[in-house]
């Protein structure tokens, strides 16, 4: 996919490679880089995924990174239907319109 | 050019804060780890009247408190006779960002803007990002928010995603990082650079606009029950929410009102492992935060951390995220608030009380959160599930185990909490503070101090260090 000059875009790039890490951590994560993703305005005429860009973020600063999407999309979501929680509301209903002599001839039950 | 190691970088952090908070903590200082807290509360933070005012310059504050009457009832059915307190809720969702944290970045960017800083950062991964973003957004201030957002494999945890997109939706930059504390590292790099304020959540600013709600919640139940409320429920993770809501009950003259914490256990799970990281279902309101930062509130990014939550708290429970699910759905179903789940954390504590407190008895919950996309328990569960973990019915304190099994209650009679005593975090307090400071003599000035940070009388310190002396 190609972004042109202005389009709004997504970059990463590496922070802290695994041996520029904090001491402290724990040891998988100092396997690993750390890394960031920000978003910005593409400041090159024409660059495709995986170039190395320059993005002008909304605070206004010039930030070098990987270009990893154009337009990026929230992915977040609403998740699927629960099943453990989908019926509690009709429980608690339930359980607010059982009249005291319902409760016993539950519990004789 | 400045050497951006990790280590040069945080050999400049004293002089990266003090131009970026404007607070010269150094004046505060008494003699080694003692400091005049009420002193630096009083020089640079604000009053009750002149939060109230700033606040209502941005439409913070002032929401509603209600009876969650249905719940009560709910409450009256399950619990032993003569058993059963009253609920009420402080809807701090209706804040302009959707959460109490509006009080927060309120006052923090109101002082940027006086002192003239052209832009604030933040680093959180909660809604106090929403909430700056927000006020930056209504001062014409710029704004970069960083989040530790990810594992290694770019899994981003949902509820932190939709904190971050709420942050681009008020115009600000929000720096997505992965896991680890290096959060705090890269936010000082941001600061050097751009010049902007630390809008830190642990200032005097932040926990003075804190005050507001805990002064409010003492006024509304005055006209709402005529007295006011025996107990306070405050969802516990950095200690902010805890001490800025104790201090404004007292200054409304609430003397008597229990405050208790209440965080989501995860215990367990360690908060900087890169696997630990998306097998947890709340990003905030749990042990990972409530604890270290009970135990040693210094560890913010301030040098002295205004959140000083053992002063304040007067009993600490544990609740599973199973129950703060729960009582989600309960608060939707049978209050019609969709709100949460986080900031639920109380609510499920609250619950549990009510249960084993006296009728004539008023507990407040002392804040809700906005919910949507990312934050619901639908979205949770279901990344929980994707992530491995086992989502059931059944006991949820019996059954639960961080990391692996989230029991939703199968009846509310099975929500309870778990306890903390509040000494044993004192003990731990004073256990790191020795490991700390290598000694186990203090100065008067520190003894002073230290009956103050923990709210205890020397001769209990002095047990509690004899206790815990050969363990260290």
């Known amino acids: 996919m190609l972004a042109k000059k202005g389009d709004w875009v997504q ?21 690993v880089p750390l890394k960031a993703r920000l978003k910005g305005f593409l400041v090159d005429e024409v660059a495709s995924l995986g170039a190395v860009v320059t993005v ?3 605070s206004g600063r010039l930030v070098t990174g990987t270009l990893v999407s154009v337009n990026p999309k929230y992915e977040h979501d609403f998740g699927e239907p629960v099943p453990e929680l989908i019926t509690i ?12 002599e319902e409760k016993n001839l539950g519990g004789e039950m | 050019m400045r050497d951006l190691s990790y280590s040069a970088v945080m050999a400049r952090r004293a002089e990266i804060m003090r131009k970026a908070v404007g607070i010269d903590y150094e004046k505060f200082i008494i003699d080694g780890f003692a400091f005049d807290y009420e002193g630096m509360m009083k020089e640079v933070g604000y009053s009750i009247e002149e939060v109230r005012k700033i606040q209502a310059e941005t439409c913070v504050g002032n929401t509603p408190l209600v009876e969650l009457k249905n719940i009560n009832k709910l409450i009256r059915k399950i619990a032993p006779k003569g058993k059963g307190a009253r609920i009420f809720l402080k809807d701090e969702a209706t804040n302009p960002s959707g959460s109490f944290k509006d009080r927060r970045a309120a006052v923090s960017v109101y002082h940027a803007q006086k002192l003239g800083y052209k832009g604030v950062i933040a680093a959180t991964s909660g809604n106090y990002g929403a909430a700056v973003a927000s006020q930056a957004a209504k001062r014409g201030l710029k704004c970069i928010i960083v989040q530790e957002c990810y594992d290694s494999h770019w899994r981003g945890q949902p509820e932190i995603l939709e904190k971050g997109r709420a942050c681009e939706a008020y115009g600000a930059e929000v720096v997505q990082l992965t896991v680890g504390p290096e959060l705090f590292y890269y936010t000082l790099v941001l600061l050097e650079e751009t010049g902007y304020f630390n809008a830190s959540l642990y200032s005097p600013y932040a926990i003075a606009g804190i005050e507001t709600l805990g002064y409010e919640i003492a006024e509304q139940m005055l006209k709402l029950t005529g007295r006011f409320p025996d107990a306070v429920v405050v969802t516990h993770a950095g200690g902010g929410l805890i001490t800025g809501t104790a201090r404004g009950l007292k200054k409304a003259g609430a003397f008597n009102t229990k405050v208790i914490g209440a965080s989501v256990d995860l215990r367990g799970l360690h908060m900087a492992s890169d696997t630990d990281f998306n097998r947890k279902y709340f990003t905030t309101g749990h042990t990972g935060f409530g604890i270290p930062f009970a135990v040693f509130p210094d560890r913010s990014d301030v040098p002295k951390n205004a959140a000083r939550p053992l002063r304040y708290m007067d009993r600490y429970v544990l609740v599973t995220q199973g129950e703060v699910f729960y009582v989600t759905e309960m608060l939707a179903h049978l209050e019609g608030l969709q709100r949460g789940p986080a900031g639920n954390t109380s609510l499920a504590a609250a619950f549990a009380l009510a249960l084993e407190m006296d009728e004539d008895q008023t507990i407040v919950v002392n804040e809700t959160e906005y919910t949507g996309a990312g934050k619901l328990p639908s979205a949770q569960l279901t990344f929980a599930k994707k992530m491995g973990m086992i989502v059931k019915r059944g006991h949820p304190i019996f059954e639960d185990k961080p990391g692996q099994v989230i029991a939703i209650p199968e009846h509310p009679s099975q929500i309870g909490v778990i306890e903390y005593p509040v000494e044993e975090l004192k003990k731990s307090y004073l256990k790191e503070l020795i490991k700390r400071e290598g000694r186990t003599q203090f100065t008067e000035a520190e003894w002073k101090f230290l009956e103050e940070d923990l709210r205890a009388t020397r001769e209990q310190i ?3 260090i004899a206790e815990i002396r050969d363990k260290i």
């Open chain 1, 56 to 58: 002008r973020t909304p």
């Open chain 2, 462 to 464: 002095e047990n509690w």
């Open chain 1, 89 to 100: 509301g009709l429980e608690l209903r339930q359980i607010l319109e059982e009249t005291a």
């Open chain 1, 11 to 31: 970059i990463e790039l590496t922070i802290l490679t695994p041996e520029q890490r904090a001491p402290q951590i724990p040891e998988d994560t100092k396997k």
